[in-house]
């Protein structure tokens, strides 16, 4: 048995990120200045995408989608039932219906056939989730987006560095939301970005952050003089910090080898289950980049254990694992609201029952590794 509890998700910070963090805090600039500058044009960069604006998380950049778009009340939004809460819960502080569609087996990415057949008149967009970092397919999502008039915000919480076909998700010319929380391929603490080809709704976006200021704070202190600002529309307080920039900062240039990192382990992982009971994930589609952000097992139907029991097996071993995720359509907000039952969604319920994420980041090192394999041959075969 291990010595260490394997913490799920845990972040690997190193040295530069430390002396970035002390440079800001020495420096008496803490709050939303050059440095968060920095990092959304190093992100764009990455990205290959004209506009980004760093925000407190990725919650906030989708909440901001919906307000700059002008996603309201009598307006539907395609949103999977197998996503964390907050991209159905973006629809739902916008005012709008959050109308949830199931996934395709193995992959767990939106059925983008359900997606079209949910179409009615008051669809005004889709919020596809890049689910684990596997991309969705994007010229179906682009043809169904044309076809319908559609809006399209991309939930990549899990999917920067993702490509699809030799273009990274984020500069497919929709809003693209990321997410820098502790557990994500990179991180800044807290944090997110929101991306589009669009200057102006980025300004919009930047404004909206910072209560609708009609110039960002750091513009007003900074040593160009005083100015008074102005407010054209009542804004949130979303903006990100320097502290947190200092982070992404030396978090993106380590993104690339990171995910070659978590491929390297997917393949083990790969190799290593082979002959338990569970489902390991299917390959990644031709021509396409899989930012492996999540490794999800599926137990079979007739494994000697369930889910959870699995799960506290594992705990009890000094395993940290994930549940990714109960779908939206099980939560009692979303089922009692919308009448929702779990048959409507069997794909997405059959995940939030019998799938869970094992330990996938830069910090598990193949000794971590042959210890979760250890204990679920120890606990399955
Ligand atoms: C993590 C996550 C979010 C929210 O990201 P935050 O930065 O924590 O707000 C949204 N959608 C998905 C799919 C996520 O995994």
Redesign the pocket.
């Known amino acids: 048995m291990r010595d260490n509890f394997l913490v799920f998700g845990s972040p690997l910070i190193g040295d530069a990120e430390i002396a970035e963090v002390v440079d800001s805090l020495r420096s008496g600039w803490i709050g939303t200045g050059p440095k968060v500058q920095r990092f959304e044009r190093m992100l764009a960069e990455y990205v290959g995408v004209r506009e980004s604006r760093c925000l407190s998380?990725?919650?906030?950049a989708?909440i901001l989608s919906m307000r700059a778009l002008g996603v309201g009340p009598g307006d539907e939004v395609l949103v999977p039932a197998m996503?964390?809460i907050?991209?159905a819960n973006a629809v739902e502080h916008a005012g709008a219906t959050p109308v949830l569609v199931d996934s395709v087996p193995g992959t767990g990415l939106i059925d983008l056939e359900q997606a079209q057949a949910a179409i009615t008149p008051r669809t005004k967009a889709i919020m596809p989730?890049h689910l684990a970092g596997r991309p969705v397919d994007l010229d179906r999502l682009a043809r169904l987006r044309d076809e319908h008039g559609l809006h399209v915000i991309e939930?990549a919480?899990?999917a920067l560095g993702a490509q699809w076909q030799g273009r990274k998700i984020g500069a497919f010319g929709n809003l693209t939301a990321f997410?820098?929380?502790v557990t994500?391929n990179i991180t800044t603490i807290?944090?997110?970005a929101l991306v589009s080809e669009d200057p102006a709704l980025a300004e919009r976006v930047e404004r909206l952050a910072l209560h609708g200021l009609s110039l960002g704070a750091w513009q007003r202190f900074s040593d160009a003089g005083f100015k008074h600002y102005e407010v054209v529309e009542p804004g949130f307080k979303y903006n990100m910090t320097d502290i947190q920039a200092a982070l992404g900062l030396h978090q993106l240039p380590m993104l690339d080898s990171w995910i070659e990192h978590r491929a390297e382990l997917w393949r083990r992982y790969d190799a290593q289950l082979h002959g338990l009971p569970v489902a390991t994930p299917p390959p990644a589609e031709p021509d396409t980049t899989h930012a492996r952000h999540l490794y999800h097992v599926e137990l079979d139907p007739d494994a000697p254990l369930t889910r959870d029991q699995l799960l506290d097996g594992l705990t009890a071993r000094k395993i940290g694992t994930g549940v990714h995720y109960r779908g939206v359509h099980l939560h009692p907000y979303y089922r009692e609201r919308y009448g929702l039952v779990p048959e409507q969604f069997p794909v997405a319920t059959a995940i939030s029952e019998r799938t869970l994420s094992l330990p996938l980041s830069p910090k598990v090192s193949e000794a971590d590794q042959d210890d979760v394999v250890a204990a679920l041959t120890d606990l399955l075969a």
């Open positions: 998380s990725c919650t906030a989708l996503t964390f907050a991209s989730v939930d919480a899990h997410s820098f929380y994500k807290e944090g997110g």
